[in-house]
């Protein structure tokens, strides 16, 4: 039976236990909606539907939506989470599809679920003339000759349009032939190595229609960014329009910051997150109200998940968890439970972020800060998506960003400070996208690809007799499909395959990508699938498969790796009275080598063991801070060292409050006496080969992250730093606060500014 | 520092450069000195075509083509498919096939020989243009579009699926316009399947070539490494032998395929004339695909030739029930009911059987025993097979309704038996 939730919140008011250890509890009021009239210019059969499914009104950024692509504008929509978005495009698009017969659209979702859960929606439309086709790796072929032939607006994923669209662009004559309107939804989500591919794609597509006498117009949505307008300039190469002024209505919200009680106030630890949240979760969970816990990592799902289970058995059979590495079936079903209210707690990874109908929850919980401040709002928006109060808790963790953001409510709240970067010139990601470019079409000698000057990639392709010149124009000249080579969400072709080994049958249980492999499924790792624990017994590099068996062990594993990096070339590089600044090409050397067990529950640790996997040896970018010698004065070798490790530590903990990304994307490293420049120097590196605009933007905000991360750890409350601040068990908090504002009163003397076009 | 040397480092695997002269013109003198081909230019592009005439006396495996210019017309209008029956006739026809430089489509794989046969009074004719450098596409496309508008109808060997298509998108990439409609096709992989279905391991031209026209290749040059070739004479080494070949393959695709339609025709001819053929066939198939043409006793003649096979029971069974001859009817559907082995040919074969004792010869005891054979046979297969017993139980519903109406017209036969004698 449902129960009041504002019944529990006037419990946890006042409850001490829990209030007290709130710094941050805010009521956004409900918000009326603000309407105007369908334009009159609406296309009949559309005004017919429209009124026919209740829809007599729209919100004001739907229209303005509508004017702005009528007329021919490109579009980028920011409004919140559950604003109505998709009909805001959607109304546009099929007016255009149905004023012109031979108009067409290309409808791109990050993920297939995304995709499946939209075609419902536009299915629903039912227009004369507008067939609609989802075209994934799951349209059998059948349909895929019809959507080819008939489709007037076609459905997919970017992976699609890369693999199976764009390299057989003859076949789908019909859809680019007229191709009118490219649909980006979750534009944030295209960052990283990810954004970088998609911004090539762009340029394939638009070659292709160009090719086609096709001019398509873009529309994206997008999460709230600082730089919507920049991202979606760098993706597609257009200037949009930026509707950012929401006029749907929203239900009453209470966000609440919640922040562990210090169990150690001397060291400065708090009690975990994870236990935090699963206690707050089984609380709502009771009380009968639908609610999602978000989780860091797929472990901590695991953990979560199987505390809620073994401590709420009568709600057990409607508990689930959900990340990647379920299968796609597993997933389905999870999220079919959620919208029929048959589930009444999840636990997921981000991977329910992004905008799947999951119906509406009541709750939404985050098991630690997601990492940037619009998952933050995906997150919380996960909860209340319909009229009504709704809740959603931060619980902090010991990092310094969480801790941050405990005590600084007013970088949620207001205006987005990060962005969303890209790197289309990674030398990784533009050399593949050429080529799949040079198999669609053939390069003139002086093409240029966007705003990319390519003639070097061009005629390196040719040495590599990959592509041949003949005159002015390179024809591809080999037997591949470059597409399926190369992969546009990570670094590397192939996930691993995980096997389950039970006596003689066999039973892939879910895949993981290649780059955690090491930190993952080394031999005697524990595996945590459904909540299920396996031990890996052996991996097969070169197979990529990983056998597990099930285990019962009381314990967790937790990979170490060591760093070594090599600076290469340094493409900015500025002096300054106690310290120097790079933004660098390095080489990056790691190794994990060993893993830590960590007993369940108590979460001490309880022994090691070795890994043993090769080498790997990364080209990228690295922002590089070193240090004047007279900083250090007094201090003894292992008293520096453990600064620079305090340092390094902080800033990369920091650094994800003005660059959009994930923490494990930013890798850290220390060196005593940096061979080439020799000072102390700690770096911070970009985790994708060749970079994706993480260290250069590291490298321009610096001043902003030293700073920052000056004031964490001043407003500290610990005695002698802690997991939140320098780091835990190192008595050197003050030399850390004062080796900062040294560093930061040199800064304003500029001494020496070097850098590739000075 | 070049941006492109750590990409180099990191991710190429690629082989170094080889050795680069350009020997693509001494290539190209060779073959047309050795196949006396023709250089066919316009402004600066150029192509080269060879054309030939090839005696009918030749050989190709157990095949030849003597008795080519006596096909039987009729039945190669049978091998089109779904109900139509073009009027065709062997000289309207084009065969062909093409090399290419990857076999996966899409826009980068290109056609760089096209071969073309048909035959005309003068013999067997092959004519094969190649893309002798990539600035001359269109020119080259220009005279294959010229063959193909010529004929009235394609013949390949899964030109379909893949050559004709793999043309078409060079069309489209050279801006030509297409025709709305795609020209009359018959596709060999298509009409093998159908008579040779559960024959042949696979459908391969090379296992068609061997195990129907006896013929093999042991010089041949491998299909995979045909692109291989070709990117090396474009990038200018030496390869005047390899390329040979790759026009041999081409000229040996064209006859196979000439070979085969004329066996395909005769096969089809020998099983409606004398049921039987030399060679392993499907009957079954062969005689569906008569039966949706609409010769009726030309499918019947075909599988009267096999009634040692089931299908061919079943479906001989069902033509002779619709031409009301039910004794021959009654006799196939009771054999098959005594050689199934299988319970849904068992079921169809009784079913079948009782209707018709039933209806036709109102035997309702011969009927009964039908019926009867099915509820036992289906009480043990729900024994047999757990997972399938809500279909079972389904089918036992209907076997048991069929059983009480059979007892009761029984009852009621023996009531007026016993009225009578009284």
Request: glycine share 6%; proline share 4%; hydrophobic share 35%.
């Amino acid at each position: 039976m449902p129960v009041d939730i504002e019944a529990l919140l006037n419990e946890l008011r006042n409850d001490s236990s829990f209030i007290n250890n709130v710094t941050f509890w805010g009521v956004r009021e409900r918000q009326d909606a603000r309407f105007g009239e369908v334009p009159q210019e609406v296309h009949q059969e559309l005004k017919k539907y429209l009124a026919h499914a209740g829809i007599h009104k729209l919100y004001t950024h739907q229209i303005e939506t509508y004017r702005a692509v009528s007329s021919g504008r490109d579009v980028v929509i920011t409004t919140p989470t559950a604003s109505g978005k998709s009909l805001a495009y959607n109304v546009p698009v099929l007016d255009g599809l149905l004023k012109d017969p031979d108009a067409k659209a290309i409808y791109l979702f990050p993920t297939k679920a995304l995709s499946q859960d939209q075609v419902k929606v536009i299915e629903a439309f039912t227009l004369p003339g507008i067939r609609l086709y989802i075209y994934d790796g799951d349209t059998p072929s059948s349909i895929r000759q019809a959507a080819r032939q008939n489709g007037r607006l076609i459905v997919s994923n970017p992976d699609m349009l890369h693999t199976g669209i764009l390299p057989n662009h003859p076949k789908w004559v019909k859809i680019f032939d007229g191709l009118k309107y490219i649909v980006l939804d979750e534009l944030h989500t295209y960052r990283g190595v990810f954004g970088s591919h998609l911004s090539h794609i762009m340029k394939r597509l638009e070659r292709i229609a160009a090719f086609y006498k096709s001019k398509p117009c873009f529309i994206a949505s997008s999460a709230t960014i600082e730089n919507p307008d920049e991202l979606f300039h760098r993706i597609t190469g257009r200037k949009p329009v930026v509707i950012s002024r929401s006029g749907s209505p929203l239900g009453a919200k209470h966000y609440i910051i919640y922040n562990p009680p210090l169990v150690n106030p001397l060291q400065g630890i708090r009690r975990g997150v994870v236990l935090e949240s699963y206690k707050l979760g089984s609380r709502f969970i009771k009380n009968g109200n639908a609610t999602i816990v978000f989780a860091r990592s797929r472990l901590n799902t695991e953990v979560i998940l199987s505390y809620l289970k073994k401590w709420l058995p009568h709600t057990a059979g409607r508990i689930a968890g959900y990340r990647g590495g379920y299968l796609p079936n597993e997933r389905r079903d999870i999220e079919e439970g959620l919208k029929r209210g048959e589930i009444r707690g999840i636990v997921s990874t981000n991977a329910l972020e992004l905008g799947i109908d999951i119906g509406s929850l009541e709750v939404s919980i985050m098991a630690g800060y997601p990492g940037s401040v619009a998952s933050f709002h995906q997150q919380a928006g996960r909860s209340g998506r319909k009229e009504g109060l709704s809740v959603s808790v931060l619980v902090c963790s010991n990092s310094p960003l969480d801790q941050y953001i405990a005590q600084h409510p007013e970088y949620l709240m207001n205006k987005s400070p990060e962005a969303a970067l890209i790197n289309p010139s990674n030398i990784y990601v533009l050399v593949d996208q050429v080529k799949c470019a040079a198999f669609e079409l053939p390069f003139q000698k002086e093409d240029s690809f966007g705003k990319e000057s390519i003639s070097d990639v061009l005629s390196y392709l040719e040495e590599k007799e990959v592509l041949h010149r003949e005159g002015d124009v390179y024809h591809w000249q080999d037997r591949s499909y470059p597409a399926e080579n190369v992969s546009i969400r990570s670094a590397d072709v192939g996930n691993f395959v995980i096997v389950e080994r039970a006596g003689r049958s066999k039973r892939v249980i879910g895949e993981v990508d290649r780059a955690s492999v090491p930190v993952l499924l080394y031999e005697n790792a524990v595996y945590l699938h459904e909540s299920q624990q396996y031990i890996v017994v052996e991996l097969d590099w070169d197979k990529q498969v990983a056998y597990v068996e099930r285990s019962d062990v009381n314990y967790y594993t937790d990979a170490m790796t060591r760093t070594d990096i090599k600076i290469l070339e340094n493409s900015l590089e500025e002096h300054h009275a106690s310290y120097r600044a790079f933004l660098s090409d390095v080489l990056v050397r790691t190794v994990a080598v060993k893993y830590k067990k960590i007993k369940f529950g108590s979460h001490e640790n309880i022994g090691y063991g070795e890994i043993n996997l090769p080498e790997t040896e990364m080209h990228t970018r690295s922002f590089i801070l070193s240090f004047e010698e007279e900083l250090f004065q007094g201090m003894s070798r292992e008293e520096r060292e453990e600064l620079l490790l305090a340092l390094s530590n902080l800033l990369r903990n920091i650094s994800p409050l003005y660059v959009m990304t994930d923490i494990r994307d930013i890798g850290s490293a220390e060196n005593l006496k940096q061979e080439v420049i020799g000072l102390p120097t700690v770096f911070l590196f970009d985790r994708y080969p060749g970079g994706v605009g993480l260290a250069d933007r590291l490298f321009e905000v610096r001043h902003r992250i030293l700073q920052t991360s000056l004031q964490r750890v001043t407003e500290c409350p610990c005695a002698e730093g802690c997991p939140s601040c320098v780091g835990p068990g190192r008595a050197n908090k003050e030399k850390t606060v004062m080796f900062l504002q040294k560093l930061l009163k040199g800064e304003i003397r500029l001494v020496e500014k070097r850098g590739a076009d000075a | 520092m070049n941006r492109l040397e750590f990409f180099d480092r990191a991710r190429s695997r690629l082989p170094m450069k080889k050795e680069q002269r350009d020997e693509r013109d001494r290539n190209l003198e060779c073959l047309q000195k050795e196949l006396h081909g023709e250089v066919l230019s316009e402004g600066p592009s150029s192509i080269l075509a060879v054309r030939y005439t090839v005696s009918r006396s030749v050989r190709h495996g157990d095949a030849s083509f003597s008795e080519v210019g006596s096909l039987d017309t009729a039945v190669l209008r049978l091998l089109f498919s779904g109900t139509r029956k073009p009027e065709v006739s062997l000289r309207k026809l084009l065969f062909f096939d093409v090399e290419t430089t990857g076999l996966s489509g899409g826009a980068g794989t290109n056609v760089f020989l096209v071969g073309f046969l048909r035959v005309s009074e003068r013999g067997i004719e092959i004519s094969q243009y190649f893309l002798s450098n990539l600035s001359s596409e269109r020119l080259f496309l220009r005279y294959i579009q010229e063959e193909l508008r010529q004929a009235a109808v394609l013949v390949s060997y899964n030109g379909k699926g893949y050559d004709y298509n793999l043309i078409k998108s060079r069309y489209i990439l050279n801006g030509f316009p297409l025709e709305d409609q795609d020209p009359l096709h018959l596709d060999l992989l298509f009409t093998s399947r159908r008579i040779w279905k559960g024959v042949l391991p696979d459908f391969t031209l090379s296992t068609v070539e061997r195990t129907v026209l006896g013929f093999g290749r042991p010089m041949d040059i491998p299909g995979w490494r045909i692109p291989e070739v070709y990117f090396n004479y474009i990038r200018g080494r030496d390869v005047a032998q390899d390329l040979h070949l790759v026009f041999e393959h081409n000229r040996l695709d064209l006859l196979s395929l000439l070979a085969l339609l004329i066996r395909q025709v005769s096969v089809i001819r020998v099983g409606i004339r004398e049921g039987r053929t030399p060679q392993r066939i499907n009957p079954a198939s062969i005689s569906d695909m008569l039966l949706k043409k609409g010769y009726p006793e030309e499918a019947k003649s075909v599988l009267e030739g096999h009634l040692e096979c089931t299908e061919v029971l079943k479906r001989l069974g069902l033509i002779y029930k619709r031409q009301q001859q039910h004794h021959r009817a009654l006799e196939l559907f009771t054999a098959l009911a005594d050689r199934a082995s299988g319970v849904s040919d068992y079921l169809f074969a009784c079913t079948e059987a009782a209707k018709l004792c039933e209806h036709v010869f109102r035997d309702m005891k011969r009927a009964l025993s039908y019926a009867e054979g099915m509820r036992e046979r289906l009480m043990r297969a729900c024994a047999f097979y757990p997972e399938l017993r809500e279909r079972l139980e389904y089918e036992r519903s209907s076997v048991e309704r069929r059983i009480e109406r059979l007892m009761r017209r029984l009852s009621v036969s023996a009531g007026k038996g016993i009225a009578q004698e009284g």
